[in-house]
């Protein structure tokens, strides 16, 4: 019997809970949870996504991701994929390290997307020596939003739940999330508390997310780029010797994987004398220069700001 399909919204936010296959854990140290953290830092960067929080169990993990308009498929591909290598190879094991695909589940309403901010959160309460303490838990963001640790990792945007607050003040913001979280896991969460929630906090602030157009024509990126590059489109796309039209290879193909949402199959069907492989290598190398290079980040920050019809 077919799996049902994954219910999927591009101006959504989402509750992602990844398991392990039952005969292992899913981070057995330390190293390896910092390894995970690190590929969501890598891939929440790269997709121009947003995270806003996390628990990482040792036989789970559970996210509140936005990805702002790109496929969560995608993205929790390129994390888990990556994962799976790194504790294959480390633990000279083979086979699948995650349960199935992932789970996730849609969050329309703010009063959802608080309640399963606080539900993460609570997770290491069934962790030994966490119960009560559950902010001090190293793999959790909890301790971000409380101001008990920084997130040097650059991992969480907390301005999303703090606009749910309608308060900019972090001392103040950091003291009412706690009383939040402390009063959830308490009384629990259910989907009917959490629609009642909603409900009651209602249209009391204004929302700065931001989605992306993630639809944009692969000939329109094509002919955006050469032109402020003042790169010859003809048979450009062919030629390999040069710098600059490597570079300008590079930023199309990665271009076309987070603002045109392509594959990078589709991304070679748009491109002359690339394989699947290279072409993921062409994007990683798209995503550094445009991150490094104030003159490609300006042209990818302007193709961001298209609006399509």
Not at 288 to 300: A, C, N, P, V
Request: charged share 30%.
């Amino acid at each position: 019997m077919p799996r049902r399909a994954r219910e999927k919204n591009a101006e959504s936010i989402y509750h992602v809970m990844c398991r392990s296959v039952s005969e292992y854990q899913l981070f057995r140290d330390e190293e390896d949870k910092a390894y995970y953290l690190g590929l969501l830092k890598r891939y929440k960067d790269r997709y121009e996504c947003r995270i806003y929080a996390y628990c990482l169990m040792d036989n789970h993990l559970h996210l509140q991701l936005d990805p702002r308009g790109f496929d969560i498929s995608r993205f929790m591909h390129s994390v888990n994929v990556a994962y799976v290598r790194y504790y294959n190879r480390k633990y000279q094991r083979h086979g699948p390290v995650f349960q199935d695909r992932f789970e996730s589940r849609i969050l329309d309403s703010d009063g959802y997307n608080l309640t399963v901010s606080a539900y993460i959160h609570n997770n290491s309460k069934d962790i030994q020596g966490y119960a009560g303490k559950e902010e001090e838990y190293p793999y959790s963001s909890y301790g971000i939003y409380t101001g008990r640790r920084k997130d040097y990792a650059g991992i969480i945007d907390t301005s999303f739940i703090m606009g749910i607050f309608n308060t900019r003040d972090k001392e103040r913001f950091a003291q009412r999330y706690r009383e939040f979280a402390k009063h959830q896991r308490d009384i629990g969460t259910t989907a009917k508390e959490a629609r009642r929630l909603s409900r009651a906090i209602e249209n009391e602030y204004i929302s700065g997310r931001r989605i992306i157009q993630r639809e944009l024509k692969p000939s329109m990126v094509v002919c955006y780029i050469s032109g402020k590059l003042m790169i010859n489109r003809r048979g450009s796309l062919m030629l390999k010797a040069k710098k600059r039209l490597m570079e300008y290879r590079a930023i199309c193909a990665y271009t076309m994987r987070v603002l045109c949402g392509m594959t990078y199959r589709g991304i070679c069907e748009n491109m002359y004398n690339i394989t699947v492989s290279a072409c993921s290598l062409l994007c990683s190398r798209g995503y550094e220069l445009i991150r490094d290079s104030k003159e490609y980040g300006m042209i990818f920050n302007e193709l961001m700001s298209v609006r399509t019809a």
